[in-house]
C-alpha cells in the first residue's frame, strides 16, 4: 500500500518545482506546520538564486522556532535583497542566544531603514526574552549611539529596546518621538510607552493626554492611570470632558467601582452626553453606584430609537433587580424588535423568572429565525425544567442555528427526559447540529446515548468523531474498546485527540500490544504525532510493565509531545527502572519535556536524581525549567 503524502510533503515539494512566485508562496506557507522537517527545505531556500525565494523563506523563518536556523538566519544578514536583510534581522528574534548580537550590531547601520529598525528590535527583545540578563555592555552603547538615527521607525525601535532595560535615554528617546510629523509614528511610541509605563516619566506621559491625537491621548490616560487611580483622578475625571468619545468611555472605564461624591458628580454630567453611547455608559455605571438618581432617565433609554441604547439601558435595569421596574422592562422585551437583548441579558433573564418565560416561548414559534433564535438563547438562560417542550421542538427547526441553539440550552438543563429526543437529533443533516446534540449528551452523561456515541465515532465530521470520543471516555464500557482502538488507524490528528484517555479509562490489559505497536511504528509510516502520543498516554494510563521498555525508547521520539507523554507515562508507572533513561533525557531541547521530568523525580522520589538535576541546572537557562528544579531538588533532599 503507498504511502499517503500529506499537506506538508506536498509543500515541501512545491519549494523545489515550479514558478519562483509558486515557490516563494510555498515557503511562506511552509512555517505554518509545527514540524522539524521544515527546516532543511527553509535554510536551502534562503540561498536560493532567486530573489523572490529567499525572500519567501526569509518570511517564513519568522514563525520558526529552532536553533538550527540560526547560522542559516545569519547569513542571511548579508544578502545583497535589502528584504531578505530585513526580514532575516526580524526572525533572529526567536533565537535566545546572545551570539547573534554583533551581526545584528552591524545590520544597525545598514543603508535601509528596514533592516536598521529589524536589528534594533531583535537586539533588544533577545536579551529580554532570556529574563534577567542585562543588555551587553556593547549593544547598549550601540544602541544608546543610534539615538538620532534619521529613520523614526527605526529610532522608535532602538528607543524601545533601550526602554525595555529602564534606560531613562530610551523613554525619552519614546516621548520625543511623539512630536513627530508622521501620526503613525506617534501612535507606535505612545503603545511603547504604554506597554513598558516608568514612573520617571509619569510627567511626560500627563502631557499627553492634552496631544492632539486621540489614539495617543487615550493611552497616554491608560497609562497615566496604571501609576494609580488615585494619585491620576483629576486626569481621569479630566477626561471625562475629552472631545473623543472614546477617551471619555475609556475614563468612565477606569471609575469603575468608585463612587466617591466627586466621580458620581462627573459621570452625572455625562447623561445628557451627545453620544449615545457614552450616555448609556455613564447611566450603566451610576445604577450601580447611585441607582435612585438615574432610574427615570434609563427608563427614557428604554424607548430609545437605536438598539445599543435600549440595550444598555435594559442591562443596567436589570442589574438593579427592583421589583417596580420590571412591568416596563417586560413591555420592552416582549416586543421582538429587541430580541438581541434576550441573547444579550444572559443569566440576569432569569430575575425575570415567570414574566418572561411565556414570551420566550411563544417566540420560539416566531417567523423570522433570529427571533426564535434569541428565544431559544434565552430560554437557555432560564433553567427552568418547564421549558423543555419548547427546546424539543425547536430542536426540530427549520434553522440549524436554532437547533444548534436548543441542544446547547438541553447539555445545559442535563435533564434525563430529554436524551432521547438528543439521540434522534444524532442523525441531523447537519454537522454543527450533530457536535452541538453530541456534547449535550455527554454534558447529560446517561448511558442510553452510548449506541449513538458509538455510531458518532464513523460520523464524516471529524469534529463530530473527536467529540465522541471524549464521551466515551466518560463511560468507561468495555464494549467501547473495539471501536476506540479501530481509531488507531485515523489519519485525521484533531480525531484522535483524547483517544489515549478513552482508551487508558478502560484499565484493559487486552489493549496494550496494539498501543505498543502504535508508539513504535515506523514515524515515515505517520508523519503525524497524534497517534504515538495517544498510545504513550494509554499506556501509563493502563498501568501494564510491559510497556516500559517501549516507553523508554519513546524518550528519544522526534516529537516533543511523544516524548513528554512517555515521561508522564512512566511515572504513571512507577517506572523506577527507567530512573537511567529519565535522567538522560534531562538534555532535551524542549523545555516542556524537562518540567515533566522534573514530575517525574518528584513523583518517582529517588535521590540519585539529586546530582544529575544539580548538574543540568548550571546549565539550563529557560526560567521556568530552573525554578522547577530547584522545587525538586529541594524536595528530594
Known sequence: MPKKTDKLDKMIKA?????????????????????????????????????????????????????????????????????????????????????????????????????????????????????????????????????????????YEVAYSLALEKDLRGFKALIALLDDKDVEVQKR??????????????????????????????????????????????????????????????????????????????????????????????????????????????????????????????????????????????????????????FSAGPRLEWLGDNITPILIAATKHKDKDVRNCAVVGLGYMKDPSTIPAMMAALKDEEGEVRVSAARDLGMLADPSTVDGLIEAMSDKKANVREAVLSALQDINDKRALPAMLKALKDKSPLVKSLAVCALANFTDPTTLGPLMELLDETTPEVVQNLGVAIGALKDRLAVPRLLTALTQDKGQRVDPTIRHEAAVALGMIGDERAIPVLVKALKDPSPEVRRAAVTALYNLQAHSAMDALIDTLNDPDWTVRIELTMAFSVLKDKSAIKPLQEALKHEKHETVKQYINAVIKELK
Not at 491621548?217 to 488615585?230: M, N
Not at 455625562?270 to 450601580?288: I, N, Q
Open 15 to 155: 519549494m523545489e518545482t515550479g514558478t519562483p512566485e509558486s515557490r516563494a508562496k510555498a515557503a511562506i506557507k511552509l512555517a505554518r506546520p509545527m514540524d522539524p522537517r521544515v527546516v532543511p527545505p527553509l535554510l536551502k531556500a534562503l540561498k536560493d538564486k532567486e530573489v523572490i525565494v529567499r525572500r519567501g523563506a526569509a518570511e517564513a523563518m519568522i514563525n520558526v522556532i529552532s536553533p538550527d536556523v540560526k547560522d542559516g538566519l545569519l547569513e542571511a544578514l548579508k544578502d545583497k535583497d535589502a528584504k531578505v536583510r530585513e526580514k532575516a534581522a526580524y526572525a533572529l528574534v526567536n533565537i535566545a542566544d546572545t551570539s547573534v548580537n554583533d551581526p545584528l550590531l552591524k545590520a544597525l547601520d545598514d543603508p535601509v531603514p528596514a533592516v536598521r529598525e529589524k536589528a534594533a528590535f531583535s537586539l533588544g527583545r533577545i536579551t529580554h526574552n532570556l529574563g534577567d540578563k542585562p543588555l551587553e555592555p556593547k549593544v547598549l552603547k550601540a544602541l544608546v549611539e543610534h539615538l538620532d538615527e534619521k529613520d523614526p521607525n527605526a529610532r
Open 189 to 342: 511610541a505612545m503603545g511603547g510607552l504604554y506597554m513598558i509605563p516608568d514612573e520617571r516619566i509619569r510627567a511626560d506621559i500627563i502631557k499627553q493626554i492634552k496631544h492632539p491625537e486621540p489614539w495617543v491621548r487615550r493611552l497616554a490616560l491608560e497609562t497615566v492611570a496604571s501609576f494609580g487611580i488615585e494619585k491620576s483622578m483629576e486626569h481621569i475625571l479630566g477626561a471625562l470632558k475629552d472631545p473623543d468619545m472614546e477617551v471619555r468611555l475609556v475614563a468612565i472605564d477606569m471609575l469603575e467601582g468608585i463612587s466617591t461624591k466627586e466621580v458620581l458628580d462627573s459621570i452625572k454630567q455625562l447623561v445628557t452626553d451627545p453620544d449615545p453611547v457614552v450616555r448609556s455608559k455613564a447611566l450603566s455605571h451610576l445604577s450601580r453606584s447611585d441607582a435612585d438618581s438615574v432610574k427615570d432617565e434609563l427608563l427614557k433609554e428604554l424607548e430609545s430609537d437605536v438598539l445599543d441604547i435600549r440595550w444598555f439601558a435594559m442591562l443596567a435595569l436589570l442589574e438593579m433587580q427592583d421589583p417596580e421596574l420590571q412591568g416596563p422592562m417586560i413591555k420592552v422585551l416582549s416586543d421582538p424588535k429587541n430580541c438581541r437583548m434576550w
